[in-house]
C-alpha cells in the first residue's frame, strides 16, 4: 500500500491516545467499583452482562476513526487487471522426444494438459496463437480471442519426427504477431511462452532468433521440460538417451528479455504455466481507495450507533 499524503498519517496518533485512554478508563472503573462498594453491593453497582456488548461500539468508533485516518492520508494499492489487448503465442515442441515416458504418460500429454489449462485461465481479452515444432515449425492455431479453439489445437497435437527447429518456431511467433499489428494492434504487449525438452537439430540457429525477438520487442519465456535420465524406444527397441537441454533454452530466455523455468514433472509443469499466467496478460496498476475508506468509515459509524441504541438505549 502507499499512500500519496503520508503526513496525514499524523492524525492517527490522536486516535491511538483514544483508545489508550479508553483502556485506562475501563481499567480505573473496575478498581474504584471494587475498592469501595461493599461486596454484596458489588453486583448492584457493576452489573453483570456480557463485556463484549458494552465494548464494542466503543471499539468500532475508534476503528472508523483509524480508518478515516488512513482515508486522509488518500492510500492506493497496486491492482491486477486485464490488459484490453494483449498476444500470447504458446509454442510446443512436438519432435520425437516428446514421446518420452520419463514424465508421466509422457512429455506431450503431459505439457498438452498443462498448456490447455494455461490457454483457459488467460483473460478473455488476450490474443492466442498456436505453434507447433519440430523438423519445422507450423502456426496451427492464429493468434485470435477464441481460446476454446486454441486449446483444442492444443489438446488434438501428436508427436513427429524430424529433428527440433526452435529457431524456426520463435520467427514464426516473430511473424504472427507482426501480422497482427498490421492489422491495427502495434503496440500491444506480446509474449512467446516456448516449451521443448532438447536443442536445436533443424532450421535457423536459435541465436538468430533470440536476436529478431529481441530487435521486435517480443520476449521469449522459455521451459526446459523433461528429465537428464529422459529415453526413447525406438521402432526397433533401443533406448535412446533423450536429455532435456536447459542451457540453451535459458540462454534464448535471457537474450530475449523473457524467463527460463524448468519442469521435471506434469506438477512442476502445471505451476510454471501458472505463474508465467499470473504475468502475462495483466498488468498491475495503482487504485486510490480513499472513497471505499471513507464509505466504510460511515457504515462502522451508523452500526455502533445502532447497536448502542438497540442495547443501551443510547447513541455510543
Known amino acids: 500500500m502507499n499512500f500519496l499524503s503520508p503526513l496525514w498519517l499524523l492524525i492517527l496518533i490522536p486516535v491511538a491516545g483514544l483508545a489508550i485512554g479508553y483502556v485506562l478508563m475501563q481499567r480505573r472503573r ?127 497435437l501428436t508427436t513427429a519426427g524430424g529433428g527440433t527447429a526452435i529457431g524456426e518456431a520463435v520467427f514464426s511467433s516473430i511473424d504472427q504477431v507482426a501480422r497482427l499489428a498490421a492489422d491495427g494492434a502495434e503496440g500491444v504487449p506480446a509474449r512467446v511462452v516456448l516449451l521443448s525438452d532438447g536443442d536445436n537439430s533443424a532450421g535457423r540457429d536459435p541465436g538468430q532468433a533470440a536476436q529478431a525477438a529481441a530487435e521486435s520487442d517480443l520476449p521469449v519465456s522459455t521451459i526446459a521440460y523433461g528429465t537428464p535420465d529422459g529415453v526413447l524406444q525406438n521402432s526397433r527397441g533401443v533406448s535412446q538417451p533423450v536429455p532435456v537441454d536447459e542451457e540453451a533454452l535459458r540462454q534464448l530466455a535471457e537474450q530475449t528479455g523473457g524467463t527460463a523455468y524448468t519442469a521435471a514433472s506434469g506438477e512442476e509443469l502445471a505451476a510454471v504455466y501458472s505463474d508465467i499466467g499470473s504475468s502475462i496478460g495483466w498488468r498491475v496498476e495503482p487504485r486510490d481507495i480513499t472513497p471505499y475508506l471513507a464509505a466504510g468509515s460511515l457504515i462502522i459509524v451508523l452500526v455502533a450507533g445502532a447497536l448502542s441504541l438497540r442495547w443501551f438505549a443510547r447513541i455510543v
Open 30 to 156: 473496575q478498581r474504584y467499583a471494587v475498592r469501595f462498594a461493599a461486596l454484596p453491593m458489588l453486583d448492584k453497582i457493576v452489573p453483570r452482562r456480557p463485556g463484549w456488548r458494552r465494548h464494542l461500539p466503543a471499539t468500532l468508533i475508534l476503528v472508523a476513526l483509524a480508518a478515516l485516518g488512513l482515508a486522509a492520508a488518500r492510500p492506493e494499492i497496486a491492482l491486477r487487471v486485464p490488459y484490453d489487448r494483449a498476444t500470447v503465442i504458446v509454442a510446443v515442441d512436438i519432435s520425437g522426444s516428446m514421446a518420452a515416458t520419463d514424465v508421466s504418460p509422457n512429455r506431450l500429454s503431459a505439457a498438452k494438459s498443462a498448456a490447455a489449462a494455461f490457454v483457459a485461465d488467460l483473460p478473455e481479452t488476450v490474443n492466442v496463437g498456436v505453434v507447433t515444432f519440430a523438423g519445422n515449425s507450423t502456426v496451427v492455431a492464429a493468434p485470435t480471442t477464441d481460446h476454446e479453439s486454441a486449446r483444442r489445437q492444443i489438446e488434438s
